[in-house]
């Protein structure tokens, strides 16, 4: 190993430092090929290196030890950033809600929504997940063809709606997934890159969308407003309104950013993750067929439930390696707010950071054969040898995702419920690609054809 002092920089490609113009072309080559790039970085420069960008120094990091420190050693030098390009596209859709706030604002809020997550209420939710997931499934016709990336999206919606905010979705899930589809176009291209005032194209299509969310969150919290309908997270929320705590009190503007924050980051990672589960499933099929083993096993036909879960360890395995090897959350981001040593640099206060989850994932000294699926890394024996964030598809520390539990719980039902009644093929033998921008997702669409089976009841 290359010794290294304090105060000395990380190898890493040359500043970029370009005229306005190829900003564009820039932005687009990274938004297309950023995770093979970056990859091809971290072979050529090692496991942190620093891209400066436009008069910023980038220090990007995969190694489960530089992340530790970032996260939990010394995360009181590190916040999430407030500028920048993924942090200005993600506070033009989500505004200062959880995932973007700092500091008082973040505690005082995340505060406010915790209970929402609690035991009690999320037994309540269980019932619902799985009645949701029931409908969906009874609606799928043996040798159709779906696009399940869709339907996982939609489904996942619904789900949430339901649970947090005692809301029926229907017709508004075409115009949810609209949104989403244009802000993950948006996301790293020439939108997050060009000034605001420039009236491009693409900068008009997410502000139409935009105006479409806005109108469904406001619509929804004005009618709760003054008329809380249960114990539901919204009418929580709502009730914060007059919170003698400033950093705590919500005006109609904070009601936005906190309900459109767990909306849609509520249901889109759970909704890519079962996604890209079913295109691995449908890739292994011995891992499949074990699957299913073990689901008429334990639930022998009937509906499952939260009680079953701890007895279908291969759900739970094949949804945790699912996320190792395509994590929605695929990078983190962050800004040292001090200066830090880490890996025997010094990162200057002000720097950019950020951690690739998805190479961190797949790191060839961490995992061994990286790229095979194998759920059985997730066996308890072998969970525990692993280094301390060398898996954090829900980020780690203070600001680990505060719907991490929920997210388990819905994405083991789901799988569950799926998979006791069909068997997905995938329709077309071209490969499935990753699109890489806001969340990690399958790039256009997941077509699958659908095969009904019956879960054999047990044989005691």
Same mark, same amino acid.
């Given at each position: 190993m290359t010794h290294v002092t304090p105060h000395s920089r990380p190898p890493g490609p040359s500043a970029v430092t370009m005229h306005p113009w190829s900003?564009?072309? @820039?932005a687009n080559r990274m938004r297309r090929g950023g995770i093979d790039i970056v990859g091809k970085r971290f072979e050529m420069y090692g496991d942190l290196y620093l891209a400066p960008f436009l008069g910023r120094d980038v220090y990007v990091m995969r190694h489960p030890d530089h992340i530790r420190e970032v996260l939990l050693t010394q995360a009181d030098c590190f916040q999430k950033p407030e500028t920048g390009l993924t942090a200005r596209t993600l506070r033009r859709l989500l505004g200062n809600g959880l995932l973007n706030s700092n500091g008082e604002t973040w505690r005082a809020h995340r505060k406010?929504?915790?209970?929402? !997550?609690?035991?009690?209420?999320?037994?309540? @939710?269980?019932?619902?997940?799985?009645?949701?997931? /029931?409908?969906a499934v009874d609606s799928w016709h043996d040798g159709a063809t779906l696009d399940v990336s869709k339907e996982m999206m939609e489904l996942t919606l619904r789900i949430v709606a339901k649970t947090l905010f005692d809301h029926r979705i229907t017709s508004e899930t075409d115009r949810v997934a609209e949104v989403m589809r244009v802000f993950r176009t948006s996301m790293g291209g020439a939108d997050a890159v060009l000034p605001d005032w420039l009236p491009v194209p693409s900068r008009r299509r997410s502000m139409k969308a935009l105006a479409e969310i806005d109108a469904l969150v406001f619509d929804l919290i004005d009618a709760r407003r003054g008329r809380p309908t $249960?114990? =539901?997270?919204?009418?929580?929320?709502?009730?914060?309104?007059?919170?003698?705590d400033a950093a705590a009190r919500l005006d109609r503007r904070a009601l936005r950013d906190e309900v459109l924050t767990l909306f849609l980051a509520g249901h889109e990672t759970t909704s890519h993750s079962l996604s890209? +589960?079913?295109?691995?499933l449908a890739s292994h099929p011995d891992v499949e067929a074990q699957l299913h083993a073990e689901l008429d096993r334990v639930l022998g036909g009937r509906?499952?439930?939260?009680? =079953?879960?701890?007895?279908?360890?291969l759900v739970d395995r094949v949804l945790a390696e699912s996320m190792r090897l395509y994590p929605p959350a695929y990078v983190i981001p962050r800004v040292s707010t001090r200066p830090s040593e880490i890996?025997?640099? +010094?990162i200057p206060a002000g720097s950019d950071v950020v951690m690739w989850v998805y190479h961190t994932h797949r790191h060839p000294d961490v995992h061994a054969d990286p790229l095979r699926f194998d759920p059985d890394r997730f066996l308890?024996?072998?969970l525990r040898a692993l280094p301390s964030c060398a898996y954090l598809p829900f980020g780690a520390g203070s600001r680990t995702?505060? $719907?991490?539990? !929920?997210? /388990?719980?819905?994405?083991?039902l789901l799988l569950a419920t799926i998979a006791q009644s069909v068997t997905l093929r995938h329709a077309s033998s071209e490969p499935v690609r990753m699109d890489a921008s806001v969340t990690l997702a399958p790039k256009g669409g997941l077509p699958m054809v659908v095969a009904r089976r019956r879960a054999r009841a047990s044989a005691a």
């Open positions: 900003i564009v072309p @820039y406010l929504v915790q209970p929402a !997550f609690g035991p009690a209420p999320l037994a309540r @939710y269980a019932e619902a997940m799985t009645e949701h997931a /029931q409908l $249960g114990p =539901d997270l919204l009418s929580n929320l709502v009730g914060a309104e007059g919170e003698p890209w +589960t079913l295109h691995l509906p499952v439930t939260l009680e =079953d879960l701890p007895n279908l360890g890996g025997g640099y +010094t308890p024996e072998r995702c505060i $719907g991490k539990r !929920f997210a /388990q719980i819905e994405a083991q």
